[in-house]
């Protein structure tokens, strides 16, 4: 099986964690050093990896440190506050437990991270059960990997597939990562703009919608990169199955519990640090929605406990 | 009552069709110049203007090649060619109709133009009159300088509204254009990206949605900037009223006869004339889709033969 860089986008090497640097795809494939915690968060801060990079990151941050000696309660109040919508409390308070427990917690760590990426290739491996010879798949965002990786499964069970993916403004990581991952896999890939969803599902492109998600809540209502509500919307609109690849839940009851990050508005009105709106005129970037339970076809479970 | 420049974005002086680069923009206010009927076809296919842009383009075009002796047939020809989506065959044939009955042209063609410039600000009237004290609109694209003669209406009436903006992919006429116009007017504008529109919609930020048209059928279904459609589903599906400011029906029958025009890839993958998409991945670009009629709460009609 083939893996996509994004797949697994940290590394930790002696004391330095290495970070896929997604801003610069998919132009240059580099990756950054950090050396203790406070550069881990920065990284998270600065969206320089997301989605899985993130909590691959929370778990090498809190292993170096763990070696480093640092005190990890210390650690996990600086990583728990990188990214508000993003519940890596649930993760970092695991750790802690397992401290408090007194376990080997170096062993207990990468354990864990070994059972992630078995669990994510079952997790990929359950979506492309659901998808038929021929289907092409709307995706948006990215997730960290798993699209690619359903494509190698449906490859495997001699379905065809094929794939079309929204750009997914402002950081564009729909063209940028989703549809590169894609192209260097083999797969035939379409990159449309964000407004064009319901055009292209109107005229009947579009078998199945695949995303993943920043956080679940208990009542499975999921968030997700900003655009993923009025894609579940549409996708009900028009009959089309909304499946969601799901990190395991967090504490929160339901959806309305999760506190949704707001960017700097500069990060939509430049592009490439060039100002691209009128002067004085103001921006708003919520980073993530909230797609209710309710909308999503079937949740794809990662399922870490079994 | 003060006018955008992009409310009248194109001029005629001596033998020179003066057209707003709307491409330009915000950063130039530039003018550039077509000097035969050529030119004007050109200008419109590169997009430099667009909307009613368009329309009074092709009027000019018309003048201008009457005054220099060209005949109109070969004229109109070139103009219908020049964008597939647009009804601009309704246009040239009524002038052609004039010219077959023997109607003195120049006069036929000013007087026409008059008519349309009092007839736009009568629709901005009739918008403002369904818009009240402390509404909030959302629009997308540019409706040539409608939307800030909309809230100069509401303005003399003490209402006080805002709006918000779709920065409408790929060509950001929303950000680039009808944020800088409602901003130079004193309108509170707030840019976001096309993916935001269910969560602004869901936090309750919008309490209209006003949209151009360019191009309406016998039915009332309306062809407009590709991302109208999945706005009016999202409308409706938030309870939220969708107006349209339409121009005069073609002579099509419903929305599914109307030509979407495709173009071409490079203006979705590429920014700036610099590709941001990864090597060899292809896009799709329908540049306009179809809001059926029934997806419209009011249509607010350009009554241009009373």
Same mark, same amino acid.
Request: proline content about 10%; overall charge positive.
């Given at each position: 099986?083939? $893996?996509? !860089?994004?797949?697994? !986008?940290?590394g930790l090497k002696g004391s330095s964690i290495y970070i896929l640097d997604e801003t610069?795809? !998919?132009?240059?494939?580099? $990756?950054?050093?950090?050396?203790? $915690?406070?550069?881990?968060?920065?990284?998270?801060r600065q969206m320089k990896t997301r989605a899985v990079g993130q909590v691959l990151l929370v778990f090498y941050a809190l292993l170096l440190s763990l070696r480093k000696k640092v005190p990890l309660k210390k650690v996990a109040r600086v990583l728990n506050a990188a990214r508000p919508t993003l519940p890596f409390k649930v993760l970092t308070d695991m750790v802690l437990d397992w401290q408090k427990q007194g376990l080997p917690l170096e062993k207990c760590i990468l354990g864990f991270l070994n059972t992630l990426r078995q669990k994510r290739i079952r997790q990929a491996e359950q979506a492309a059960a659901l998808i038929n010879d021929g289907d092409c798949i709307l995706t948006h965002c990215n997730v960290s990997g798993l699209m690619p990786l359903i494509g190698e499964f449906c490859r495997r069970q001699n379905k065809k597939i094929s794939f079309y993916v929204t750009e997914t403004r402002p950081y564009l990581q729909g063209m940028r990562l989703t549809a590169w991952e894609l192209q260097r896999s083999g797969f035939a890939v379409t990159v449309i703009c964000d407004n064009m969803v319901a055009e292209v599902m109107f005229e009947g492109k579009i078998d199945k919608v695949i995303v993943g998600a920043d956080h679940m809540s208990q009542n499975g209502d999921i968030a997700n990169k900003i655009g993923t509500y009025q894609i579940a919307i549409l996708a009900k609109a028009f009959n089309i199955p909304f499946y969601v690849l799901c990190p395991p839940p967090s504490r929160l009851k339901c959806g309305s519990q999760i506190k949704i990050e707001v960017r700097p508005d500069k990060e939509l009105l430049e592009f490439g640090g060039k100002r691209i709106a009128p002067a004085g005129v103001k921006g708003y970037y919520p980073a993530f929605d909230v797609t209710p339970a309710g909308f999503i076809t079937k949740h794809i479970y990662l399922e870490l406990s079994r």
């Open positions: 099986m083939k $893996y996509s !860089p994004l797949f697994w !986008p940290i610069a795809l !998919p132009q240059k494939i580099k $990756y950054i050093k950090a050396r203790n $915690y406070q550069q881990a968060a920065k990284a998270i």
